[in-house]
Nanobody
Framework: QVQLAESGGGLVQAGDSLRLSCTVS????????MGWFRQAPGKERHIVAG????????YYADSVKGRFTMSKDNSKNMAFLQMNSLKPEDTATYYC??????????????????WGQGTQVTVSS
């Protein structure tokens, strides 16, 4: 099992950028693909990006495609979410997650088993 810790959230204005980081610790040899999820108040959590273990392939939700970029640095056991051109509708708690069962990039929630505590992103208009 791994532990995940997000950082980098904050309050920004529409059009600004933020870079979220996720640090992986614990049994790092056991984790594979990673993803970023978000949950707005009163709404369900859903995935915004998924990346394979090597970091060579990433998929994105339509709502963030072209604005968000997910990457990872395996030498540091970290994943990142670069968020550009932020919109008020991007306001949410953002969570990183890791898979124990696949190294392939996936947007399927049930492949993710370990979760961080989340970091708040608030975008004002």
């Amino acid at each position: 099992q791994v532990q995940l810790a997000e950082s980098g959230g904050g309050l920004v204005q529409a059009g600004d950028s933020l870079r979220l980081s996720c640090t992986v610790s614990g049994s790092t040899i056991t984790y594979g693909a990673m993803g970023w999820f978000r949950q707005a108040p009163g709404k369900e959590r859903h995935i915004v990006a998924g990346i394979n273990w090597s970091g060579s392939t990433a998929y994105y939700a339509d709502s963030v495609k072209g604005r968000f970029t997910m990457s990872k640095d395996n030498s540091k056991n970290m994943a990142f979410l670069q968020m550009n051109s932020l919109k008020p509708e991007d306001t949410a708690t953002y969570y990183c997650a890791a898979s124990r069962t696949t190294t392939i990039a996936t947007m399927t929630t049930q492949f993710y088993h370990d979760w961080g505590q989340g970091t708040q992103v608030t975008v004002s208009s």
